[in-house]
């Protein structure tokens, strides 16, 4: 049965949250645990208990919205994305999951559904890697994935750690590795999500059904040099801590390119110099360098090179390189069970679909260590995402909601 959704509704509170940013319209920016990050946080919160929901959060910002089912005992069904955004971004990554799963739930209210087991709408938190420069922090911690020493180990680029933002959020204190939830805590995750890709929209697709989510690894490089007066200091005796980073850049675009496989992508994302003056040489760097794909074999195989170039450029050009891995991680098998249900559903509800896999990463890869998992995709103008310009429609939006609510229906009879 296809479940009226309030599309107007939906798209005023997409609009609306997008003016929650740390830069003005159209840009999105909202860093984990910021002051907009805070009051997008809020925002949401207000639309969980409008909607009749119960609202817990967790000792690092995990939210947890609950629709009670007629049986307290039996696990939930959960949902849900991220409302955090990078710098620069546009208004759907992750809100689409979140405010689409409210629409969903409101929906399935209106329609007077009982749900008999409860539907939970998680907002993960610092789903984006911009604050601590790891990913996925909130399902990591979920999924029991990070130790007490390396959550204490993180540090944004102030110096600052989770303990300090915490307190800025105003959490209550614990151990953040305490957040864990056991294995059948959720009976099934679906998450709704843009495809940040460009196969529906070229396909003419409503729907993409995610069956495994690509593998991704990150670096974090910092490098040391030695800097001085731009004009005394000569070319011979240089030993430019920026140059290095420019030839470890380029040697993560050839280990990509080189990989033999096409799913091999790797960007060096950020790379920050010290002292940043004109004139004045380059002392230090830091890079961050971002690597994935779908096979694990070509993913490790890059790894490796990038590692083993950038020992050998900071050897050659007298440069210390302090590299730590900061993420490596499996790709993300999704439930076939699941997969096959929301197929069904798209064809009961005539919604042209594909099965596809998820190039970017979401909170659904560690959610299918502990739980069924499953992705809803749903078109988004010329595969942009992580920019401003990020665009789906109202149509295309209704379209995900739709079947996320019927999903959802189905996993709560
Ligand atoms: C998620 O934002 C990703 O970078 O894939
Ligand atoms: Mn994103
Ligand atoms: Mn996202």
Redesign the pocket.
Known sequence: MKIPIDSARLEKEIDELSLISEQPAPVVTRILFSEADLRGRDYVKNLFRQAGLSVREDAVGNIFARWQGLDNTAPAVATGSHIDAIPNAGKF?GVVGVLGAIEAIRSLQKARFVPRTSIECIIFTA??PTRFGL?CLGSRLLAGTLSSERIAALRDKEGHDLEHWRKQARLSGGDPAAVRIAQDTYAGFVELHIEQGPVLEQRNLAIGIVERIAAPASLRLQLTGVGGHAGGVLMPGRRDALLAGAEIALAVEQAALTSGSPDTVATTGVFRIEPGAVNSVPCHATLEIDLRDTQLASRDAALIKIETAAAEICRHRAIGLQLERVNVDAPAICDAALVQLVADICVELKTPFTKMISR???DSLFMARICPTTMIFIPCRGGVSHRPDEYSSPGQICDGVAVLAETLRRLAS
Do not use: K, L
């Open positions: 990554d789903e984006e990913g970017a990463y979401h």
